[in-house]
Nanobody, 113 residues
Framework: QVQVVESGGGLVQPGESLRLSCTGS????????MAWYRQAPGKQRELVAS???????NYADSVKGRFTISRDNAKATIYLQMLSLELEDTAVYYC???????WGQGTQVTVSS
């Protein structure tokens, strides 16, 4: 069974950091493009960052310079290091295997003072 499981969300104050993890199973992780999305209350789900199996990385403009996506193929895991979190980063963060249209269950990130 193909699946991805996110972890690492939580409640933080503005300016603080969090690292999200997404671990995959049931597919060739090393050959898969992966992505992080987020959905804030009342808004559409949006792409945050993606990392291809080649290592090519893309970021949404809103997170450039603050978020870093990375992958560890040996652990079948991608990460999203989030620095200088802002109130507007509050959302449920989802991991996705784009080519397989497989989503994780999401992890809540709340930035609040």
């Amino acid at each position: 069974q193909v699946q991805v499981v996110e972890s690492g969300g939580g409640l933080v104050q503005p300016g603080e950091s969090l690292r999200l993890s997404c671990t995959g199973s049931g597919f060739n992780f090393g050959g898969a493009n992966m992505a992080w999305y987020r959905q804030a209350p009342g808004k559409q789900r949006e792409l945050v960052a993606s990392i291809e199996y080649t290592g090519t990385i893309n970021y949404a403009d809103s997170v450039k310079g603050r978020f870093t996506i990375s992958r560890d193929n040996a652990k079948a895991t991608i990460y999203l290091q989030m620095l200088s979190l802002e109130l507007e980063d509050t959302a449920v963060y989802y991991c996705k295997i784009p080519t397989l249209e497989v989503w994780g269950q999401g992890t809540q990130v709340t930035v609040s003072s």
